[in-house]
């Protein structure tokens, strides 16, 4: 059972367009996190988002969490061709750390 | 520096060979884990050590066979490697009740 989908699967755009990039679950989760990976690499965290309804800002990356904390998205203002890569969402259960679930992640890519 | 390391980067085996991969985090973390990803890039926790502690297996075959000799390290071995084993391994950390996880950079193991 896939417990979070994630939306659109492959987004292609061109340098300086917006984008969203959807995480959905009919799941609640104590926690959420949005990791980046690039080709070769391991995921690298982004965002942890634990109250229902906050957003972050990590310069022009924002994080959203869904008030009921059953879903998140990112919204990326001016992408630029270093924002390639696979972006995943990740949430955690019963207030546990111990075990992630993963989407199966937005590859995006950025073309200058 | 302060990071997850994991070795080999690549391993090229034959089926039925006895494989290691080995997992080093120097951050102090109290939880590392085992996630294995597929081609298609989807995320799949195996194993899960809390200070040395088996905590989650996720039904991983018994030829998958975790140890953590301490709470820095955990080693994943594999006996009698199959086709189907061929995946990317990351080894990842995080504190106890942190919200992220420190990724590896992986192990890409190919079975032919």
């Known amino acids: 059972t896939q417990l979070l989908e994630q939306s659109p699967q492959f987004l292609s755009i061109q340098e300086g367009e917006n984008l969203t990039v959807y995480c959905n679950s009919s799941?609640?989760?104590?926690?959420l996190q949005w990791y980046r990976q690039e080709p070769g690499e391991g995921p690298v965290l982004l965002v942890t988002v634990v109250t229902g309804g906050e957003v972050k800002k990590l310069k022009r990356l924002t994080f959203q969490f869904g008030d009921a904390r059953k879903d998140s998205s990112l919204h990326i203002t001016a992408a630029q061709p270093g924002d390639t890569g696979l972006y995943l969402c990740?949430?955690?259960?019963?207030?546990?750390?111990?075990?992630?679930?993963f989407g199966k992640g937005t590859l995006l890519t950025v073309n200058p | 520096d302060t990071a997850v390391s994991q070795t080999p980067k690549y391993l090229v085996t034959q089926m039925g060979n006895d494989k290691s991969i080995k997992c080093e985090q120097n951050l102090g973390h109290d939880t590392m884990y085992w996630y294995k990803q597929d081609s298609k890039k989807f995320l799949k926790i195996m194993f899960s050590?809390?200070?040395?502690?088996?905590?989650i297996n996720e039904t991983v075959p018994n030829r998958f066979s975790p140890k953590s000799p301490d709470k820095a390290h955990l080693n994943l071995h594999i006996n009698s490697l199959e086709l189907g084993d061929s995946a990317v391994y990351f080894c990842?950390?995080?504190?106890?009740?942190?919200?992220?996880?420190?990724f590896g950079s992986g192990t890409r193991l190919t079975v032919v």
């Open positions: 990740a949430g955690a259960q019963g207030g546990s750390n111990y075990k992630l679930t």
């Open positions: 050590y809390n200070n040395k502690e088996l905590i």
């Open positions: 990842a950390s995080s504190q106890l009740d942190g919200y992220g996880y420190t």
């Open positions: 799941s609640v989760f104590s926690s």
